[in-house]
């Protein structure tokens, strides 16, 4: 089987010839790799290590390239190379496409929220807020690229912001944790104007050939929800059955669904939906053997192995033993992609990521 193959395979809950491999790196981890491998070609470094999906991404307009500068925060493999980019304004805030703001935290790894375009916004005011214009065909080219690249060869993902981490971005997390309570027309309004936006982007990802969509954004903490599963299904369940409707319409495409943290009370909800794949199913957070017991004939599990303990403070054999045994125990009628549960952190040990992704692809199934 090649990489394409073997996942299509695995989704469709068959048994592939090993389990396929996925993963997210930080540019410091990646540059250990890309000096423990010798090179700097992604596409090297990803054969290397046997991952299976390849990530394309959407770019910003012509219009603001010409002003931003690359942010901070790069995912390497992701676009092959391509930035994701801010503009930095004279106060040192770095600015999206969508006006949100952000700076570096203390350390440099993630961000602090500086501005959040519809926080002081009535319900007018969201309804005049002009998003990204999504049918820029220049916001596609490297789509199109990447595509042609690796269609034959790859199973092709491009991510996308889920309505509520859209939402609660451009109005600020505590403002809207209080509107999902005080203010649902103004919830309902700009859930809506997100899921116009996001339709129009899937739409025109779908004519150039996405095996998947990746829609992502967390709804969960380490031991429970952000909101409750009651609100949830009010007000974004209904709007996520619409947008995968829509696009299938258009082309049978898979959907990932990516949230971190203990989710399982709408796992049932989600495979629903109609989601093929739920990610990162962290083992601090969810039972992944009950997991994969419960739900495991229905949907395609993505991720299980440890970032929080495992990864970062376990040796070399602990590692190889979780990879075996979460091969064992949640592969055997295919329905596993094996990957880090969040993003590869700089405390991980390189030894410990190259013992993950080598004892997977010696695995027998």
Not at 160 to 177: A, P
Not at 214 to 231: F, H, K, N
């Amino acid at each position: 089987m090649n990489s394409k193959e073997r996942v299509i395979t695995a989704i469709n809950l068959k048994r592939p010839d090993r389990v396929p491999l996925d993963g997210y790196f930080r540019q410091d981890v990646w540059a250990r790799l890309e000096e423990h491998l010798g090179t700097k070609d992604a596409e090297k470094i990803m054969e290397a290590l046997g991952l299976d999906i390849r990530y394309t991404m959407l770019e910003p307009s012509s219009a603001f390239t010409e002003r931003a500068i690359p942010s901070p925060w790069q995912i390497p493999e992701i676009g092959m190379g391509r930035k994701n980019l801010v503009i930095k304004r004279d106060n040192g805030w770095l600015e999206d496409e969508y006006g949100i703001c952000r700076i570096p935290n203390s350390n440099g790894l993630y961000w602090v929220y500086t501005y959040h375009p519809l926080a002081e916004a009535g319900l007018e005011g969201i309804k005049k807020y002009r998003f990204p214009h999504p049918n820029l065909e220049e916001r596609y080219r490297g789509v199109r690229s990447d595509v042609s690249r690796w269609d034959n060869k790859y199973f092709v993902a491009v991510e996308l912001w889920n309505i509520f981490k859209t939402s609660w971005e451009l109005r600020g997390f505590d403002r809207y944790m209080m509107d999902l309570t005080q203010e649902p027309k103004l919830v309902e309004t700009l859930a809506d104007r997100v899921l116009e936006h996001r339709l129009e982007q899937s739409k025109q990802l779908v004519k150039l050939g996405v095996d998947m969509m990746v829609i992502m954004g967390d709804i969960a903490a380490q031991e429970t929800m952000m909101i409750s599963p009651r609100m949830w299904r009010k007000y974004f369940k209904p709007r996520l059955r619409i947008w995968l409707e829509e696009v299938r319409r258009q082309k049978d495409i898979y959907f990932m669904f990516h949230s971190d943290g203990n989710m399982e009370a709408v796992f049932s909800d989600l495979i629903e939906i109609g989601f093929d794949i739920i990610n990162p199913i962290q083992p601090e957070c969810m039972d992944v053997v009950k997991i994969k017991n419960l739900f495991g004939n229905q949907v395609c599990l993505h991720g299980t192995i440890s970032c929080q303990k495992t990864l970062p403070f376990g040796t070399p054999e602990e590692v190889a033993a979780e990879v075996k045994q979460r091969i064992a125990s949640c592969s055997q009628n295919g329905g596993l992609i094996l990957s880090p549960s969040n993003t590869i952190q700089p405390d991980v040990p390189l030894e410990n990521i190259l013992t993950l992704y080598e004892t997977a692809k010696n695995t027998t199934l």
